[in-house]
């Protein structure tokens, strides 16, 4: 339902913008979170933000060199990564709470955890 994309190989301190679209699915009525898989470690909340933009969430390890943003129109939510560390490499996935079963915060914070499907997602590798 969701398409992730933007991810790439960068070096420490690079940036990328990360884009989540729906495919045949409107983004714009729902809460929407980035989240991200580390080789060998479990799933992470990186990101949130509510369906008008005026809600978002960040983890402490993102907050100050990560944006995220959303553009209706276009049917797209955004993630701008800057001052890449090698710690932010992972498989990149957005997700829709599609369900409105949690405010943003909860999502970001563990509604994510029961979601049961999640697309393919961007690979971020950050590496010189």
């Known amino acids: 339902q969701v398409v992730e994309s933007g991810g790439g190989l960068v070096q420490p301190g690079g940036s990328l913008r990360l884009s989540c679209t729906g495919s045949?699915?409107?983004?714009?009525?729902?809460?929407i979170g980035w989240f991200r898989q580390a080789p060998g470690k479990e799933r992470e909340a990186v990101s949130c933000?509510?369906?008008?933009?005026?809600?978002?969430i960040y983890s402490d390890s993102v907050t100050g060199r990560f944006t995220i943003s959303r553009d209706n129109a276009r049917n797209t939510v955004y993630l701008q990564m800057n001052n890449l560390k090698p710690e932010d490499t992972g498989v990149y996935y957005c997700?829709?709470?599609?369900?409105?079963?949690?405010?943003?915060?909860?999502?970001?914070?563990?509604?994510?955890?029961?979601?049961?499907?999640w697309g393919q997602g961007t690979q971020v590798t950050v590496s010189s």
């Open positions: 997700q829709a709470d599609s369900q409105d079963a949690y405010t943003v915060a909860a999502l970001c914070r563990w509604g994510y955890k029961y979601f049961g499907q």
């Open positions: 045949e699915f409107t983004l714009s009525a729902y809460d």
């Open positions: 933000i509510s369906p008008s933009g005026g809600g978002t």
